[in-house]
C-alpha cells in the first residue's frame, strides 16, 4: 500500500493526483470510499522524518462510519447555507483532513481523554505540559485555515503541529479532566500566532510573590508587653519630622516621576512595527466555561504559551466559531470591537448558530418528566474516530542532547548526542587549528567508526571529507592541481598474533578517482586507478571517449621484489593486458608501457605515504581532541585586558622592564661623578673634600647657566642684527621692489619678530628658574649620603 508520502511525491513530480468531488449521495453509499490525497508542503508536520503508512493506521482513520458520512452530507449543507448568507465571511473550519488523507468532522477529531497522570489533572499543568513539549509549525498563509487536522495521537508522535492541531489535543485533554471546555478559531494578533514572546518579560526573571505570613493580633502583643519596661520616649521636633516626611515624599514623587518617564520612553522604542494584516491573522485556542471543575469565570487558554487570559484581553480580536465533542457554532456576534463583548451562552440562536439540533440539559429533564412520544430524535454526533490517546514513556525519555557553546578555543560551537546509536556529533566554526567543520564519531579511539568534515580550501591538500571504519577510509577533496576528487583505502585483515595498531594495518586495495583534464585526450586522462596490493598489480581505466560506451583500461602485474630491494624478474609485455577500444589504432609500444608502469609504481609508493600520514593526522586530531575536552579553554580577545592572561603577562613584562631602565639611568646619572674622579673616587670624603665638591658642583652649575644665558642672549642679538639689515634693505629699495617682494620682506619681518618675541620669552624664564635651580641642586648635595656627614 502506497504511503501518503509517496503521493505526495509523485504529485511534486509534476503528476497531479486526481481528486474526485463525492456527492452527499455518494457519501452516503456504504460502498464508496473516501481517499482524498490533497497535500501541500505546508501542511506537512515539520520534523517529522518517517512517512504516515496507511497500513499501520486504524480503520478508522482511512474511512467513514454511517454517521459520519451522514455528517459529512449535514456539514456541507450547512456550510453552503452559511456561504449563501455570509458571502463576505471566511469559510468555516468544518471538515480538514486528517493525516491519511480523509474528511473528517472538526467535533469528532476531539478525544476526550484523562491521562493516567495527576500532575495533568488541572488545567494549568495541562496547558503547559502541551507548550512545553509540543513545536509550533506556523500558518502558511496566516490568514487562512490549515487543510490539514491531524488526529492528537499523531501530534504526540511528532510533537509538531499547527495552533488548530495544539489546541485539538488540549482541549481533548481538558474535557477528559472535567472541564467545560471548547477549541476556538478567530483572529489575534501577530505576536500570539507566531509564539513571539521577544516583547513579554521572561516568566524565570519575574520574583516570587512576597507572602505576608499572619502572626499574633496586636492585642495578644500588647498582652505579652503588658509588664515590659516602656522605651524612652523620642524628644524630636513633630514640626522637623513633617518636614522630613514632606521631602521624602516629594523625592519618591520625583523618582516616580522619573521612572515612568523611562518606562514611558522604553515602551516606545519597544513598540512593535505596524502589522499589515491585523485583524487577519487566524489562530486557534481553547475556551473553558465556567460552572464544571468549579471554575466561576470564563477564560480562554493559549495553547501555544499555556497561559490563561481575561475573556477582554486585547491580544484576542474576534472568534469565527467554536465547537466540542457534541457540536459546532459559529458566532453570530459583532466582535469589531474586539472579544470583551461577546456572550457565550451557547444556547442562545441569536448570537450562536450551531451545526445539529441540539437540546439542552434543562430541556432534557423536563422532556424526561413528560410522556414518551414516537416522535424522531434528533442527529447525534458520531463517536471520535481517534485512537485512545496516551503517553508512552519511552517518548518521555529524550533522544537528542544538545549542546551550544561560545568562545572556546577550539572553536567548538555545537555537540549532539544521540542517545539511541551513541553517536555525537561537533560542529566547529571557522579558525579551527584542526580545520575540521564537523566530526561525527561513537568514539574517540582510533580505528573506530568516524566522519570528518573540513572547512573548504582550508587543508593544503584539498581535503574535504574523510569517513573512516574499521576496514576502510575514503577521502574526498576539492581544487587539487592533478584533479584527485576521491581516495578509497580498503585494508587487509592483520594475520593472527599480527599488530593491531591502526598505524600498521597492511592495505588490500586503493582506488583513486579523478576528474576530466580537458587539456588531455580521454585515452589519455586517468579516470581511475586502482593500486592491488595483495595481488601486486595496478588497474588504470581512462576517461570515456565521446560515442563510445566502454573506457580504455590497462592492467599492470608488477615485477616480484626480493626482500633486498631487488627485482626477481625483468619486465615483459606479459604483464601488460587490457582494452584498447579502436581496433584500428596501432597498440602503444613497449617502451610506452614500461615507462607507464615505472610512473604508477613511484605514484603507489607516493600514495602509500600519504595514507600513512592521514591516519598520522587523524591520531593527531583525536588525541588533541581528547586533550581539549580534558581541560576546556576560553578564546579571550586580544583587547580585553582584564582576562587575557597573555596581554596581561607582556604588560607587566613592558612595566616591569620600564621600570628597571629607569633605575638604571637613575643609578647611571651621578652629579658627583666627574669630581670625585679628579680627587681620585675615595671612599670616604674628608670634611675640606666635601666643602670643595659642594663648592665645584655649585660653580659648575653656575657656569653652565651663564653659558645658556650666552647662548640665548647670541641668538637674541643674531636675528635683531638681521631684522635690522633687512629693513635698510627695504628703505633703499621700497620703490623699486615688486609686490611679491613687498610679501616676502613682510613675511620674513614676522616670522623673525616671533623668533626674537620666543627667544626673549626663554631668557626671561631662565633669569627666573637659575635661583631655583641652584638651591634645589643644593638641597639635593646636602641629602646625599657622601656629603651630608660634612654639611
Known amino acids: 500500500m502506497e504511503t501518503l508520502l509517496e503521493l505526495e511525491e509523485k504529485e511534486d513530480e509534476g503528476g497531479d493526483i486526481e481528486q474526485k468531488e463525492l456527492s452527499p449521495q455518494e457519501l452516503l453509499d456504504g460502498e464508496t470510499t473516501v481517499n482524498i490525497n490533497i497535500t501541500s508542503p505546508g501542511d506537512t508536520p515539520f520534523g517529522r522524518t518517517k512517512p504516515v503508512n496507511l497500513s499501520e493506521c486504524p480503520g478508522s482513520y482511512q474511512d467513514h462510519s454511517p454517521p459520519e458520512k451522514q455528517l459529512l452530507v449535514i456539514a456541507d449543507n450547512f456550510s453552503s447555507q452559511y456561504s449563501h448568507i455570509f458571502p463576505n465571511r471566511k469559510p468555516l473550519f468544518l471538515c480538514p483532513l486528517n493525516e491519511c488523507g480523509v474528511k473528517k468532522f472538526v467535533s469528532t477529531t476531539l478525544r476526550s481523554t484523562m491521562l493516567p497522570y495527576s500532575g495533568l489533572y488541572d488545567w494549568d499543568n495541562c496547558a503547559s505540559f502541551v507548550a512545553d513539549h509540543l513545536v509550533l509549525q506556523a500558518l502558511d498563509p496566516p490568514i487562512e485555515p490549515p487543510r490539514r487536522l491531524i488526529s492528537p495521537t499523531l501530534l504526540l508522535e511528532t510533537q509538531t503541529g499547527t495552533c488548530f492541531d495544539i489546541s485539538t489535543l488540549l482541549c481533548s485533554l481538558l474535557l477528559g479532566a472535567g472541564y467545560d471546555a471548547y477549541c476556538v ?16 518579560e521572561c516568566p524565570l526573571l519575574v520574583g516570587e510573590v512576597e507572602v505576608k505570613v499572619e502572626g499574633t493580633s496586636a492585642e495578644d502583643e500588647r498582652q505579652v508587653r503588658k509588664y515590659a519596661v516602656k522605651p524612652p520616649r523620642e524628644l524630636r521636633s513633630t514640626f522637623e519630622r513633617a518636614q522630613q516626611e514632606l521631602k521624602e515624599q516629594e523625592a519618591r514623587a520625583e523618582l516616580l516621576r522619573g521612572q515612568q518617564e523611562a518606562q514611558r520612553l522604553q515602551e516606545e522604542l519597544e513598540r ?19 460552572g464544571k471543575r468549579e471554575i466561576r469565570d470564563h477564560f480562554f487558554i493559549d495553547p501555544l504559551t499555556g497561559k490563561g487570559y481575561a475573556l477582554g484581553d486585547q491580544s484576542f480580536l474576534g472568534v469565527e466559531a467554536v465547537w466540542n465533542q457534541h457540536n459546532y457554532w459559529v458566532n453570530m456576534q459583532d466582535c469589531g470591537g474586539g472579544c470583551s463583548d461577546m456572550e457565550y451562552n451557547l444556547g442562545d440562536t441569536t448570537m450562536w448558530e450551531s451545526v445539529l439540533f441540539r437540546i439542552t440539559e434543562k430541556e432534557e429533564e423536563e422532556e424526561e418528566e413528560e410522556e414518551w412520544s414516537e416522535e424522531p430524535q434528533p442527529f447525534e454526533m458520531p463517536r471520535s474516530w481517534v485512537d485512545t490517546i496516551a503517553l508512552s514513556k519511552q517518548g518521555e525519555e529524550v533522544d537528542v542532547v544538545r549542546e551550544w557553546f561560545q568562545n572556546r578555543l577550539d572553536h567548538l560551537e555545537e555537540r549532539e548526542l544521540q542517545r539511541a546509536t551513541n553517536v555525537t556529533i561537533e560542529r566547529f566554526s571557522p579558525g579551527c ?147 584498447q577500444g579502436d581496433p584500428h589504432e596501432d597498440p602503444p609500444k ?45 578564546r579571550i580577545s586580544i583587547y580585553d585586558t582584564a582576562r587575557n592572561e597573555k596581554v596581561q603577562r607582556y604588560r607587566e613584562d613592558m612595566i616591569r622592564a620600564q621600570e628597571e631602565s629607569q633605575r638604571q639611568v637613575k643609578k647611571e646619572i651621578d652629579l658627583l661623578a666627574p669630581i670625585l674622579a679628579r680627587l681620585g673616587d675615595p671612599k670616604v670624603l674628608s670634611s675640606q673634600q666635601a666643602l670643595k665638591v659642594l663648592e665645584d658642583c655649585l660653580a659648575n652649575q653656575r657656569t653652565r647657566m651663564i653659558e645658556q644665558d650666552k647662548i640665548l642672549q647670541a641668538r637674541y642679538d643674531k636675528e635683531t642684527q638681521a631684522l635690522q639689515r633687512e629693513q635698510q634693505l627695504y628703505q633703499i629699495n621700497q620703490l623699486n621692489m615688486s609686490k611679491e617682494e613687498e610679501e616676502r620682506y613682510h613675511a620674513y619681518c614676522s616670522e623673525t619678530v616671533f623668533k626674537i618675541g620666543v627667544i626673549k620669552q626663554r631668557q626671561s624664564r631662565h633669569k627666573e628658574i637659575t635661583p631655583q635651580k641652584h638651591l634645589a641642586l643644593k638641597e639635593k648635595l646636602i641629602r646625599d649620603p657622601r656629603l651630608a656627614p660634612h654639611l
Not at 458 to 465: Q, S
Not at 613 to 630: C, D, G, K, M, Y
Open 185 to 200: 478559531t478567530g483572529y489575534a494578533v501577530r505576536e500570539m500566532c507566531l509564539l513571539d514572546q521577544s516583547r513579554q
Open 272 to 290: 512593535p512595527p505596524p502589522d499589515p494584516l491585523q485583524g487577519q491573522m487566524l489562530h486557534c485556542w481553547v475556551l473553558v466555561l465556567a
Open 433 to 579: 587549528k584542526l580545520k575540521l567543520k564537523t566530526h561525527r564519531y561513537v568514539s574517540l579511539a582510533p580505528g573506530t567508526e568516524r566522519r570528518m568534515d573540513f572547512h573548504r580550501r582550508v587543508c593544503p591538500d584539498g581535503l574535504l571529507l574523510r569517513v573512516e571504519s574499521p576496514g576502510q577510509m575514503e577521502e574526498t577533496f576539492d581544487h587539487r592541481d592533478d584533479r584527485l576528487y576521491s581516495r578509497h583505502v580498503f585494508y587487509a585483515r592483520s594475520p593472527e598474533g599480527g599488530s593491531q595498531e591502526p598505524g600498521a594495518r597492511p592495505l588490500e586495495r586503493v582506488v583513486e578517482r579523478f576528474h576530466r583534464d580537458a587539456a588531455k585526450a580521454p585515452r589519455e586522462d586517468v579516470a581511475e586507478r586502482v593500486f592491488l596490493f595483495a595481488e601486486g598489480s595496478i588497474e588504470v581505466t581512462f576517461h570515456l571517449e565521446d560515442g563510445r560506451i566502454i573506457p580504455v583500461r590497462r592492467s599492470f602485474v608488477k615485477p616480484r621484489v626480493l626482500p633486498d630491494g631487488q627485482r626477481a624478474e625483468s619486465w615483459r609485455p606479459g604483464m601488460v593486458t587490457g582494452y
Open 590 to 634: 613497449n617502451v610506452y608501457l614500461y615507462e607507464m608502469l615505472t610512473a604508477l609504481m613511484d605514484e603507489e609508493e607516493k600514495v602509500t605515504l600519504q595514507i600513512k600520514h592521514s591516519e598520522t593526522e587523524v591520531r593527531e586530531i583525536l588525541a588533541t581532541r581528547e586533550r581539549e575536552e580534558s581541560n576546556p579553554e576560553l
